[in-house]
Structure formats: structure tokens, C-alpha cells
């Protein structure tokens, strides 16, 4: 049984950092994409971040600069560095995992999910 289990949220004050974990367990895949997703109350769930097995990654375009992916596929385990944070970036944060090769933006075509965790940028 596939599992993700994301740390690292919390409070915090504008300009400040934080950095995301979220570690698999229970893989069968070779190869797979990691992302990472939010939302916030009353929007819709929204891409923001991932990477391929490879490296390679994609970012949505209010956190380019910003947030930094990376992960250890040695210890089945994806990062997400967040600098800079700003109000809009609160939400609850979810770790995504996709078994396909091309990273999508897409919240549909990952099947795997954690249980998310909170981060609130304060003013």
C-alpha cells in the first residue's frame, strides 16, 4: 500500500521559510513523478510544483524563484524549500505522487496522495 506522509507546515510571518517533507513507503514503482499541490478555503486545488525521477522540473508561475523542489529517491523522499513566503501562499500543502514519466499540472493525474499539511503566512 502506497503511502505519503508529508511535515514541515506551520505558522509563520511573511518573508520567512519553510521547508516541506514527504516521505513515500509501500512503492512498486520503478520510477514515478513527485508534486507537490495546494489549497486554500474555497479555492480549487492547484499545481505548484514537480520533479521527475530524473531531475527535471516544472513550477507554477507565483512560486517561480521562490520554492525549490528536490528529491532523494534514495530515501523515497521529495522537499519542497519555500523562501520569501507571502500571504497568498497559505494553504494546506499536499504531497502527490504520480507513476507515469511526464510531469503533469494536472491534480488529476496523480494517484497517490497525502494527508496535507497546513501552512499560514501571517502579516
Known amino acids: 500500500q502506497v503511502q505519503l506522509v508529508e511535515s514541515g507546515g506551520g505558522l509563520v510571518q511573511v518573508g520567512d521559510s519553510l521547508r516541506l517533507s514527504c516521505v513515500t513507503s509501500?512503492?512498486?514503482?520503478?520510477?514515478?513523478?513527485m508534486g507537490w499541490f495546494r489549497q486554500a478555503p474555497g479555492k480549487e486545488r492547484e499545481f505548484v510544483t514537480a520533479?521527475?525521477?530524473?531531475?527535471?522540473?516544472n513550477y507554477a508561475n507565483s512560486v517561480k524563484g521562490r520554492f525549490t523542489i528536490s528529491r532523494d529517491n534514495a530515501k523515497n523522499s521529495v522537499y519542497l524549500q519555500m523562501n520569501s513566503l507571502k500571504p497568498e501562499d497559505s494553504a494546506v500543502y499536499y504531497c502527490?505522487?504520480?507513476?507515469?514519466?511526464?510531469?503533469?499540472?494536472?491534480?488529476?493525474?496523480?494517484?497517490?496522495w497525502g494527508q496535507g499539511t497546513q501552512v499560514t503566512v501571517s502579516s
Open positions: 509501500g512503492l512498486t514503482f520503478r520510477t514515478y513523478i
Open positions: 502527490a505522487l504520480d507513476p507515469g514519466f511526464t510531469i503533469s499540472v494536472s491534480y488529476t493525474e496523480y494517484s497517490y
Open positions: 520533479i521527475s525521477w530524473s531531475g527535471p522540473t
